[in-house]
Nanobody, 127 residues
Framework: QVQLVESGGGLVQAGGSLRLTCAASGRTFSSYNMAWFRQIPEKEREFVAFIKRSGGSTYYAGSVKGRFTISRDSAKNTVYLQMNSLKPEDTAVYYC????????????????????WGQGTQVTVSS
């Protein structure tokens, strides 16, 4: 099992940057594929970014491609989401997720494919 704790959210002006951190417990962090999702009230959880266990492949939602970067540091059991050029529509609770399942670019978008979730961190972008 793995436990996930997100941090780094906050209030930022449009055009600004934030870096989210997801700290994972457990000795087998390097075995997990990791992702970030986000959710606003009364909406379904939305895929943001994904990184394979090896760190060799990443996928992004079209709305964040070119602005957000996902990365991982296996030595620190940590996944990051660097968010640049933030927009008001990026406002949401951001969740870190983990799975041992093999995923492709289609299945990585599905929240149901992930077994472990953090508690979320709020990101608010003001206009």
């Amino acid at each position: 099992q793995v436990q996930l704790v997100e941090s780094g959210g906050g209030l930022v002006q449009a055009g600004g940057s934030l870096r989210l951190t997801c700290a994972a417990s457990g000795r087998t962090f390097s075995s997990y594929n990791m992702a970030w999702f986000r959710q606003i009230p009364e909406k379904e959880r939305e895929f943001v970014a994904f990184i394979k266990r090896s760190g060799g492949s990443t996928y992004y939602a079209g709305s964040v491609k070119g602005r957000f970067t996902i990365s991982r540091d296996s030595a620190k059991n940590t996944v990051y989401l660097q968010m640049n050029s933030l927009k008001p529509e990026d406002t949401a609770v951001y969740y870190c997720a983990a799975t041992l399942a093999w995923l492709n670019e289609e299945s990585a978008l599905l929240p149901s494919r992930y077994n472990y979730w953090g508690q979320g961190t709020q990101v608010t972008v003001s206009s």
